[in-house]
């Protein structure tokens, strides 16, 4: 699918039992599996893995296109720091 070949798939996570499975959600087919020791080992790799970077978008913006919202959050970070230890 072209989609995934220019911006790369959007895989979901989940468990089934002890083995944690994920596939494209754009439908192109990939898809795998992976074997753990136990079913809870397997649910809380499907949780850690299963979630969108939407999410921490401000946080852990790639260098490139998004410099200036990663540069906005450590210049507010900075600011807050700076005026808990001012004294007037």
Do not use: N
Not at 31 to 36: D, I, L, S
């Amino acid at each position: 699918m072209l989609r995934c070949q220019i911006l790369g798939h959007r895989f979901r996570f989940y468990g089934e039992g002890e083995t944690m499975r994920w596939r494209c959600v754009r439908g192109c087919g990939a898809e795998g599996a992976k074997r753990y020791p136990s079913e809870a080992d397997a649910q809380r790799y499907a949780r850690a893995f299963d979630r969108e970077d939407l999410e921490d978008l401000g946080r852990r913006a790639p260098l490139v296109g998004l410099f200036p919202l990663r540069l906005l959050r450590a210049l507010r970070r900075r600011g807050r720091k700076s005026a808990g230890t001012r004294t007037t």
